[in-house]
T-cell receptor, first 113, second 116 residues
Framework: KAGVTQTPRYLIKTRGQQVTLSCSPI?????VSWYQQTPGQGLQFLFE???????NKGNFPGRFSGRQFSNSRSEMNVSTLELGDSALYLCASSLVLSTDTQYFGPGTRLTVL | AQKVTQAQTEISVVEKEDVTLDCVYE???????LFWYKQPPSGELVFLIRRNSFDEQNEISGRYSWNFQKSTSSFNFTITASQVVDSAVYFCALSESNNAGNMLTFGGGTRLMVKP
């Protein structure tokens, strides 16, 4: 079974721009979660989608948003990029329950100049 | 609120040594789940183990073993006879059953360096 895939793997943007990251979950998984990893803050939860609905949200500004499609694929968008948004963005998928094991993709490394 | 602490930020061992990575957690929930993930230099988080709060039985998988003690809120990870390929950052994580959705709270991670 194919794992979680994320595109693109690397991205360079400038301040003020916006960016969209994509995540395809493991086949059959209906929950997709997003995490931000930075050297200073570590791994932080952004949000989670299940059946096209945001089920949980972390403590991030409204510039960070996401959505999920009917095939469970998910996208996250960051608008008005700031230097501090430079990070590894990890997507994870799981079956259904809130405590099912999450399986992670390889991440998208975003650099904001 | 839930919290996970990995006090060891970096550990360096020589190949074939045993090494234990510590994890201490805080939660008010009575039902919760604990996880360990490995992050090699490539960046992907690799799932290692999932343990629920009602199962305190220790687990062994090859050279890996886990010790879960609710009395001390700890979920420690031991690698026996370490190998260079074990070099990575290891994360302990917690998920509470009363979460509205799926959310992991991670510790700060422990960087393990295994030298030949």
């Amino acid at each position: 079974k194919a794992g979680v895939t994320q595109t693109p793997r690397y991205l360079i943007k400038t301040r003020g721009q916006q960016v969209t990251l994509s995540c395809s979950p493991i086949s059959g998984h209906r929950s997709v979660s997003w995490y931000q990893q930075t050297p200073g803050q570590g791994l932080q939860f952004l949000f989670e989608y299940f059946s096209e609905t945001q089920r949980n949200k972390g403590n991030f500004p409204g510039r960070f948003s996401g959505r999920q499609f009917s095939n469970s694929r998910s996208e996250m968008n960051v608008s008005t990029l700031e230097l501090g948004d430079s990070a590894l963005y990890l997507c994870a998928s799981s079956l259904v329950l809130s405590t099912d094991t999450q399986y992670f993709g390889p991440g998208t490394r975003l650099t904001v100049l | 609120a839930q919290k996970v602490t990995q006090a060891q930020t970096e550990i360096s061992v020589v190949e074939k040594e045993d090494v234990t990575l510590d994890c201490v957690y805080e939660t008010r929930d009575t039902t919760y789940y604990l996880f360990w993930y490995k992050q090699p230099p490539s960046g992907e988080l690799v799932f290692l183990i999932r343990r629920n709060s009602f199962d305190e039985q220790n687990e062994i998988s090859g050279r890996y073993s886990w010790n879960f003690q609710k009395s001390t809120s700890s979920f420690n990870f031991t690698i026996t006879a370490s190998q260079v390929v074990d070099s990575a950052v290891y994360f302990c994580a917690l998920s509470e059953s009363n979460n509205a959705g799926n959310m992991l709270t991670f510790g700060g991670g422990t960087r393990l360096m295994v030298k030949p």
